[in-house]
């Protein structure tokens, strides 16, 4: 009886896989932090309450899409996908998710709606002693994206616009951010 549900997910297994499509993508990432704390102040002697700030963060992205469901109007696939923009104000990400794609016959737009989770890690000026120093967040996020590719060529697609919201969850500070992300590049399919 193992043996015949072993190759059995075996064969399923592999009908997937030959299936399934592959795109790498590379963009431009812009991502607004709300809410993330900036440190607790030192006045005379006491301390205050926590510092929040708002800023934008620029840098780069990319990620990987595996559809495992690619058919004729739609396709399903798992994304995974990183961001970073380096420096003292900065943030990184690092999200896995799924993300439904709609490919109407006659439009040439391929539009999408994406679900992911995963790492948020921010980077701001403390206002904690010493003042000026680097201030680092952790968050467990979510976010909920959207956006429209536009074919290129028969294999590449420009990212025209991808726009995203969720929410960091703070393992350190206790404090929750927003974030909202502006994304455009360029995708491959293999």
């Known amino acids: 009886m193992r043996r015949i549900i072993a190759i059995a997910a075996l064969f399923l297994l592999s009908a997937v896989a030959a299936h399934t499509q592959v795109s790498v993508y590379v963009t431009d990432s812009s991502i607004h932090l709300s809410n993330v704390a ?3 102040p030192f006045i005379l002697g006491q301390t205050t309450q926590q510092e929040y700030t708002n800023y934008w ?17 739609f396709s399903l696939g798992l994304d995974l996908r990183a961001s970073t923009k380096p420096g003292t104000l900065g943030a990184d990400s690092a999200m896995i998710g799924f993300k439904l794609g709609i ?23 403390s206002t904690s002693i010493p003042v000026g120093s680097t201030n680092n967040g ?17 294999h590449i697609d ?7 919201g969720g929410q960091g ?12 992300t502006v994304n455009t590049g360029v995708a491959i399919h293999f």
């Open 103 to 125: 490919h109407p016959p006659v439009i040439r737009i391929k539009p999408y709606v994406q679900a992911s989770a995963g790492y948020l890690g921010t980077r701001t000026f």
């Open 57 to 73: 963060a620029s840098g780069v992205g990319g990620g990987v899409t595996l559809d495992f469901l690619p058919l004729p109007v």
């Open 158 to 164: 420009l990212r025209a616009i991808e726009l995203g």
């Open 138 to 154: 952790t968050y467990i996020a979510w976010e909920i994206l959207g956006g429209i590719d536009l074919p290129l060529m028969s």
């Open 38 to 40: 900036t440190g607790i």
């Open 169 to 180: 969850i703070g393992t350190g500070s206790g404090s929750n951010a927003s974030l909202f």
